[in-house]
């Protein structure tokens, strides 16, 4: 009779796994998911446990004890009472007695398993979303350095993680909205389970709206590229990546992954993470330049630390016009000016490659089939543009196709 944990992936690309515990018993072994998922990376396969150096690995490591502690258990009560124990009728009272230990559970240990619960049910996009707002829920703890708890999630949490996300991470209200939307999934079913009695997450409102998110023009663009950073190296391999930024209109997370094999005669081909799209984009001298500095090679850090230095360079190129920021606090709508410089995000970059391009003219159709927006009403909705700014361009086309 032997008990032993391991790591499941669907397959060998996958970064992230499910625990399985192996119970083997009278050449007989039952497998069960015990609802935690994990990154490969924080795994230990000879210890069969998790890394004493990521946080909560105490509680996941107690709990795996407490489930081989409660199979031993629940054999040998079969076995005591002349019951014949099968796969079956192990599953059913693991699960009975597990379910009695979901109300103990933390917080981070109840939606590891909610998320294995839901990964026969929900679409794989679905159970991606569970896990990218997780992650970021444990990267948010990190940050305030203060732990997640059943009863911290209040109206002071919410405050504080909408902060995180638009001036840390420099997240749009949208994505900020779908994270709380997922955590209300999460804190509804942990309620109607009974590992949750606080409700003052009822009081989270799920914001759609879009905020009064910038753009920089073309001049301010230029200014940031001519800046002279050759003294700070920090600065300046951000202020190349945004550069490729703006000029091809790319996310974060796909300008962490141009390679020189995507780069071709006149554009970069890319593979888009977010949706597995292959899409080509404009290959600029500038960016050309760029690329070749790095030897195809763009430096990489945090999308925490890119935000923060943009910000720091966008002051020093000038762009310091103020801004009446729309915000929330505690669910409610303030307006609060700040500098131009200080809203500079990672997502700034794609922004203003759209509304520049629009700007000169090019129909929404064609900026679409390279940034990879599907819907024109959520495309102009993602555009800066004033009522000005509209007629100018309106102006200049009509007096192209006249001339």
Known sequence: MKVNFRLNKKNKKDKIGFLRMDFSYTGKRFRYFVGISLPENHWSNTKQRVKYSVSNSLEINKRLSEIAKEIIKIYYELVNNNITPSNAMLKEKLDDSLRGISSQLSFFEFVDEFIKRSGNTKKASTTKEYIY??????????????????????????????????????????????????????????????????????????????????????????KIYKLDLTENKRLEKVRDLFIVECNTGVRFEDLMHIEKENVLKDSIKIKIRKTGEVLNTLLLPDTQAILKKYNYELPRISNTNYNLYLKEIGKLAGINDTISHNTYKAGKQISIKKKKFELISSHTSRRSFATNMYHRGYSSVIIMSITGHKKESTFLKYIRITNEEAVKIISLNYKKKVS
């Open 133 to 222: 707002t997780i992650n970021d829920l444990k990267a948010f703890e990190k940050h305030i350095k203060r732990r997640i708890e059943w009863d911290t999630i209040d109206m002071k949490f919410y405050d504080a993680y909408m902060d995180y996300q638009y001036n840390v991470k420099g997240n749009s209200q949208n994505l900020f909205g779908k994270r709380i939307k997922t955590l209300k999934t999460f804190l509804n079913d942990a309620y109607e389970r009974g590992a949750n009695k606080h409700l003052m997450y009822k009081g989270f409102k799920v914001l759609q709206k879009e905020t009064d998110a910038i753009y920089l023009t073309e001049d301010e663009i230029e």
